[in-house]
């Protein structure tokens, strides 16, 4: 059974900053992983997709890497802006139906 | 840019209601599927739906629950006796290439239906 675990479970940072999320899982058998950021009280926002043969993943100020056979995941996000500030879900795959399996996320903040 | 629509973003209703949650997927896709978030908890598999039949569901998706494709556009779920432990957000979600084991599928999502059994 997949398990996702995100760490840090919460992050303050000042503007500018770079920041590193991480994400592992116990079940390397995967097709994709997501990175969703979800904002207080509102819906899922797909950032990106990385593929189980790749290794890395880019849109713009954020970069997804992922290690398929030791089960993680990291999401860069380069001069951190207030407009960052939300939770981030790390969601792999799991089984023939591609249902996503997410972890408990990464709660920014980013302040001026 | 298409989105996946929800109505009604928040419905409150009593203990043993039946309550049906509607979505629009996106035009296109194929996929479709159903998560929850109980408040302060992770999002949850609910159920997959592909071809006008259930292709996985969790072990939350028991006997109370029910989906359905009505139409050529909307997607429902229906919660036959709603329970206080019902309440959370539900998310409807779909994936446009309908194919298993589909490392290039995005899954996108709607803004969600806030459900409050009392």
């Known amino acids: 059974k997949q398990e996702v675990t995100q760490i840090p479970a919460a992050l303050s940072v000042p503007e500018g900053e770079n920041l590193v999320l991480n994400c592992s899982f116990t079940?390397?058998?995967?097709?994709?992983l997501q990175w969703f950021r979800q904002d207080p009280g509102k819906g899922l926002t797909s950032l990106l997709l990385i593929q189980s043969s790749q290794r890395e993943q880019t849109s713009g100020r954020l970069n997804a890497s992922l290690d398929k056979s030791s089960g993680r995941s990291t999401l860069y996000i380069a001069a951190s802006q207030p407009g960052d500030s939300a939770t981030y879900l790390c969601a792999p795959t799991s089984g023939g139906y591609n249902k996503l399996i997410f972890g408990a996320g990464t709660r920014l903040a980013v302040h001026p | 840019e298409p989105e996946v629509t929800q109505t009604p973003s928040h419905q409150v209703t009593q203990m043993g209601q039946e309550v049906i949650l509607r979505c629009v997927p996106i035009s296109n896709h194929l996929y479709f599927y159903w998560y929850r978030q109980i408040l302060g908890q992770k999002v949850e598999f609910l159920v997959s739906?592909?071809?006008?039949?259930?292709?996985?569901k969790s072990e939350i998706f028991d006997d109370q629950f029910s989906v359905e494709r009505p139409d050529g556009s909307n997607f429902t779920l229906k919660i036959r006796s709603t329970k206080l432990e019902d309440s959370a957000m539900y998310f409807c979600?779909?994936?446009?290439?309908?194919?298993?084991?589909?490392?290039?599928?995005?899954?996108?999502f709607g803004p969600g239906t806030r459900l409050t059994v009392l």
């Open positions: 079940d390397s058998a995967i097709y994709n």
């Open positions: 739906f592909y071809n006008n039949e259930i292709s996985e």
């Open positions: 979600a779909s994936s446009e290439q309908g194919r298993l084991r589909s490392s290039t599928d995005t899954q996108y």
